[in-house]
């Protein structure tokens, strides 16, 4: 059964830089594309953007120039970098899976989620 | 458009049926994926592909599609299906991913 356990700085000050990261336990980053997903309290779901294990990525266009994306195949894990947060970054941000929707038609859908980590960006 | 629609909220009567629907032009290339989202957890994936369940979810759920709108169906609804439910959609230009905005079911 694959799981993701994700971690990072939960409490930020503008300006910084967030930093997460998603360890895979009972499968392999090999193989898959692996996504990066937020919520702000009350808010959607908002796409931040998908890395594989060659490093190709997909970013969300509004938030690509404070993007970095990077994966680890010997630690079997994958990172979020976003720089210059403001309080407009806080949510809850979530790492999963992009499995296969078995059809060209299909969205390939999210099917392993980490817990989710509250990021909070306030001076 | 790349939005996807979705009704804020609706209510179902505990055993009886709803009917979730998510809305948007991108729905005509994409079978839309359903996220069902209980407070304070990780979304679960319900529904993905023409009509596709994972693993571990029960058969009252169900999709379809009909133009440019996607249904998530709850057949049965039980007190353990009030949540918030997602729908998503591969987008084949601008951003690759978009999310609806959310519906809330409660079962009464």
């Known amino acids: 059964q694959v799981q993701l356990l994700q971690w990072g700085a939960g409490l930020l000050k503008p300006s910084e830089t967030l930093s997460l990261t998603c360890v895979v336990q009972?499968?392999?980053?090999?193989?898959?594309?692996w996504t990066w997903i937020r919520q702000p309290p009350g808010e959607r779901l908002e796409w931040i953007g998908e890395?594989?294990?060659?490093?190709?990525?997909n970013y969300n266009q509004t938030l690509k120039s404070r993007l970095t994306m990077s994966a680890d195949t010997s630690k079997n894990q994958f990172s979020l970098k976003l720089s210059s947060v403001t309080a407009a970054d806080t949510a809850v941000y979530f790492c999963?899976?992009?499995?296969?929707?078995?059809?060209?038609?299909?969205?390939?859908?999210?099917?392993?989620w980490g817990q989710g980590t509250l990021v909070t960006v306030s001076s | 458009s790349s939005e996807l629609t979705q009704d804020p909220a609706v209510s179902v009567a505990l055993g009886q049926t709803v009917r979730i629907t998510c809305q948007g032009d991108?729905?005509?290339?994409?079978?839309a994926s359903w996220y069902q989202q209980k407070p304070g957890q990780a979304p679960v994936l319900v529904i993905y592909?023409?009509?596709n369940r994972p693993s571990g979810i029960p058969d009252r759920f169900s999709g379809s599609t009909s133009g440019t709108t996607a249904s998530l169906t709850i057949t049965g609804a039980q007190a353990e299906d009030e949540a918030d439910y997602y729908c998503?959609?591969?987008?084949?230009?601008?951003?690759?991913?978009?999310f609806g905005g959310g519906t809330k079911v409660t079962v009464l």
């Open positions: 999963a899976r992009v499995g296969s929707g078995g059809d060209p038609s299909a969205t390939p859908p999210f099917d392993y």
């Open positions: 009972g499968g392999s980053v090999s193989g898959y594309y």
């Open positions: 890395i594989n294990h060659r490093g190709s990525t």
């Open positions: 991108i729905l005509r290339s994409y079978y």
């Open positions: 592909g023409r009509n």
């Open positions: 998503n959609s591969r987008h084949s230009s601008g951003n690759p991913v978009v």
